[in-house]
């Protein structure tokens, strides 16, 4: 399931982590961008429950011939 702007959304993949990717757009060539990206969509998420996003696992990959940059982001919150 994809949510706004090709993420996965926010999927609990256990024990109170939670987990969310996407791909960069053509104009993103920055792993880094796409992750920061995601934190930000993390923070907000957490905070409608009145809590902080803690990272667990994030990664991020720029953007090569043929491919674009992408992230994801594993967290909790706390």
């Known amino acids: 399931m994809r949510g706004a702007h090709g993420t996965t959304g926010m999927v609990q993949t256990g024990d109170g982590i ?16 796409v992750k920061a990206e995601l ?8 905070a409608k ?4 996003s803690v990272p667990v696992n994030p990664t991020s ?3 090569g011939l043929g491919t674009y ?6 967290f909790r919150c706390e």
């Open 69 to 74: 940059a992408s992230a994801e982001v594993q």
């Open 18 to 33: 939670y987990m969310s990717s996407k791909p960069g757009s053509m104009a993103t060539f920055n792993g880094g961008q």
């Open 61 to 63: 990959k720029d953007s």
């Open 49 to 52: 429950s009145g809590k902080c």
């Open 39 to 46: 934190f930000q969509e993390a923070s907000e998420f957490c």
